[in-house]
């Protein structure tokens, strides 16, 4: 008797008796086949859904090459006959320049996010038929690589004196630009990015420059052509009666810097108004608004599919213990012990899940070449599936915990009860 | 017989409350889902002018540069240049004829109270008010004036006449605004077609401008050229009037056919417009000219995007799930009666009328799915207001959603519930009676 009980704790398994399971569970086809479902079409959506919700957090997470957080933007529109674009711009920047909480102050229309900018095309070699690597184009001063903070990784900062002053009609191309080591890379087809420094490059196949200096990052302000890692710098400033500031604080003075700003800028000059007082973050979440929405929703929708999985299985499980209740007690009568009650719930939802799972695994790559077809999604990784396929089978044994747990607890006594 | 299926219903939903509660509740999410995503595209691709919106086109010149294209793979740009503006416009080949921009600038009005602001303006032909169907609170627009000639003349929206005029009839009074005195000739009552067909520049649900003022106006005072411009020729030079004779495309082109108009006789005009333009030496590429009625525009421009489709299907998905899942919980609970019924049939009973009965219950709890669904739908729009801040003004539950809710919710329940409910009357009592 000893040796036989030792041998019931080494193999717990022996003891589950699939037949009758099996015979039981087919007694009940309809609802079973419910729960299979369920589960399946659960493991369909959950791999999918999540896999979109990764690929969207991917997006959101990109970074754009500038400092975030520590930076807004403000616009200055002059609006009275003697307001002198220039010499307003130049007196602002000063100022702002010296605050004490300011890093450094730049004019521009263009920034990442700010969702527009030209798009010029670059080459190598003069003339129309070249190969061109297109390009978004900011227009900085020389302070422009400090307050987007960015990093110059070859070459130099333009001068003060490169730094042409223009009006909007007025085209004339600098001599000398800055590119991101993306253009640089793509324009020479080299790792070496010091040997680009000092070449020529032709910008829409007419103007001829020098790249004077490659920052290692920064994203276009918007991206029509999947380029968006590819934009130019030139040493120019561009005065229109409104004007933007692009201005980079200090950690943790992004807050007070912008209600002290605004606060000054509107004193000093009663002849413009400020406008759009924004930080870059409010307008990255402005631009990836789709896509935070459809993170949200996702989420929304794979958690409640869990939920409602769950209480399918659960439901089912519990119904079966008040239906079994006698069976149970005559068991454990008979000598089954408390694990044997509760291993049997669970192989019972093993084989369930695993049904579900079979199924499900088809679904799952069925909907993604749907999707894939449909919306130019990219492929389901199997390594979602498997996720997806850990999950269920995780949420099934939650689900049958409870009602599990209540069947190990009857009675033996019950099966002397009649019903 | 009804009303005692109908007491007999309530009772047991009332005794088995949590099991039918999960059912409905079940039943409601997964409606719930599906309507909110569907009302998302339903009212995204809602037709902005319904009276007419097949006969309004947009039209498309390929005035673009051999061997390129102005959009990818190889489509024309989506404006067109200032002179084939001019031309298609002055030549009168439709009914309405309008081509549009949209630029901005300094509003200063003459009361000191009013603090001047930036305005944003479209610059537009007249007939761009009767094509849209612009619906005007005081005075009316203008006709589409001949090539040259200037008028200072404005048209407000509600919203820029209370802020300037604090909202009275302002037609005829003068405001002053880029530099000049223009004169007041209407007002717009309420205005916001979603979407914002006639120019997306700005995105799909975007307001509607401030102002609007003949589009000579913006040549005459050099405005700034707002929204999409694009131009592939490498040298045009810096004059202002240097870029509106350049290949550069910045002007939206509408145009509307009379009711018996065909499509096929506008074609030929723009044909053998084109065909004229390529002996001039313009219009390198092969004659692509595109005409898309406002359906078709909206759809090429993917206002509902693809995000909303891919949320339909999966709300789809989920409420299979929530029927899969009602369907056994039901399963279950027409089970948990088998003796009752049994004892019903034993006593006289029909098959059809125990089947009656669970499809009598079954439908109040498809009710009870409803009224759930309904009231987690209009939670969930609100945080889809939320989550779509440009779009919230239009987000409402109309009375065909909701009617489709609650047949979608009945609906539901019967198919969930039809085949528990089948089985319970084929079952044999004798069993159930020992």
Redesign the interface.
Known sequence: MSSNQSQQTRLPFIRIAFRPMISSLLRQKYAMAMLVLQIALTLAVISNGLFIVSQRLEILQRESGIDEPHTFVLTSSGFTENFNPQTSMQTDLAELRQMPNIINAVATYSFPYSGSSDWDDLQTVAGSDQNTVPAASYKLDEHGIEALGLSLIAGENFSPSEVLWQTESNKTFPNVVIITSNVARNLFSTLDLASVIGKTIFINAAHSTVVKGIVNQLQAPWDPVGQIENSIIYPRVVTRNSSRYLIRTKPLMLQSTIADVEQYLEMSNQQRMIRKVQSIETIKKQIYGPDIAAITILLVVVSALTIIAAMGIAGIASFNVIKRHKQIGIRRALGANKMDILSQFFTENIIQTSCGVFIGCILAVALNIFLVAQYGLPKLPSSYILIAVLCVYVLGILATLKPALRAMNISPAEATKSQ | MFDYYLKLSLKNIYRQKN?SL?IAT?LG??IA?CMI?YSLIHLMSKDPLPNKSQRVYHVQLDNWKLNFSAI?PDLPPEEVTWRDAMNIVHAKQAKFQAAHAITWG?V?PEDKNV????GVIRATQGEFFPMFEVPFLYGQGWQNYPANHVEYVTILSKSTNQRVFGGVNSVGQTLPML?QLFTVVGVLDEWHPSPKYFDMSFGAFYQPEDLYVPLQIKLELEL?HGGHTNCWE??IG???QAFLNSECVNFNLWIELASGQSKQQFDNFLQAYVEQQKSLGRFPKVTNNILMDIKQWLIHKEVV???M???F???L??L???L??A???M??KF??KNNEIALRRALGATQQAIFSQCLTETIILGCLGALIGLVLCMLGLE??KY????FSTFISLDMPLLLITVGMSILSSIFAGL??SI?VCMLAPAVYLK
Do not use: R, W
Not at chain 2, 115 to 118: D, G, H, S, W
Not at chain 2, 387 to 390: A, E, V
């Open positions: 099991l999960l079940t999410l997964g889902a995503t990818p300094m200063t603090p001047p602001f930036l530099g700034p490498s040298d810096d004059e202002y995007s693809s995000d489709y891919l949320f299907y999966l709300a998905l989920f299979l799930v929530c899969f899942n369907a056994s919980l399963s279950t089970a948990a945080g889809i989550l779509y801040p440009n085949i528990p089985k």
